[in-house]
């Protein structure tokens, strides 16, 4: 038992977070250190993990995608202020509406 706290707390030093998250095997808490969930005391990484902290991922995706959004707005923004063919401008607004909602729902995904 010693052994194992002394291992949690050798984990916490080194930048691994402790998640709400219990092992499904011993019921220890689980750990995450580089996008990888584990079980301090089983050791090794936890297989059934990967459906556990499904709300991290998530949120990991969710910032990825809003940057990627953000990213591909500012193209459009770019490319929208050079058209002068309307037809075009018409397709690229499509896209802007469309990238701006999902801006919005991801915003939403992003709440707790
Ligand atoms: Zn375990």
């Known amino acids: 038992m010693n052994e194992q706290v002394k291992k949690m707390a050798e984990l916490l030093r080194s ?3 402790m998640l709400q998250d219990v092992c499904p095997t011993c019921g220890s808490p689980l750990f995450r250190f580089e996008d990888r969930v584990f079980c301090a005391k089983c050791g090794g990484f936890s297989s059934k993990v990967s459906d556990a ?3 991290d991922n998530t949120e990991a995706v969710v910032a990825q995608l809003t940057s990627t959004v953000l990213k591909k707005l500012m ?3 770019v490319e ?3 058209t002068t063919d309307f037809e075009k401008l018409y397709k690229l607004a499509k896209v802007v509406l469309t990238l701006l909602k999902a801006l919005e729902l991801l915003a939403r995904l992003r709440k707790p």
Do not use: Q, R, Y
Request: no cysteine.
């Open 15 to 17: 930048g691994a977070t």
């Open 53 to 55: 902290p499904k709300s």
């Open 75 to 77: 193209e459009l923004d």
């Open 80 to 82: 929208v202020n050079k």
